[in-house]
């Protein structure tokens, strides 16, 4: 699939702690890289990526 723009990156940092959460959701999260409170990874910005920060978008922030 083509990405959105040429590319194009995300900063996606992870703000609230996994405690609590569905265990997709944790699992979707360490897919994104994110491995404790306050990290950030830079990631390419294509519909498979959107829609992994859809599903968690209550635990994380996104920029760019």
Known sequence: MAETKSNAKLRVTLVKGLAGTRATHRATV??????????TVELSDTPAVRGMINR?????????
Do not use: A, D
């Open 30 to 39: 360490r897919g994104l890289g994110l491995r404790r409170l306050n990290h």
């Open 56 to 64: 968690v978008y209550y635990l994380v922030k996104v920029e760019g």
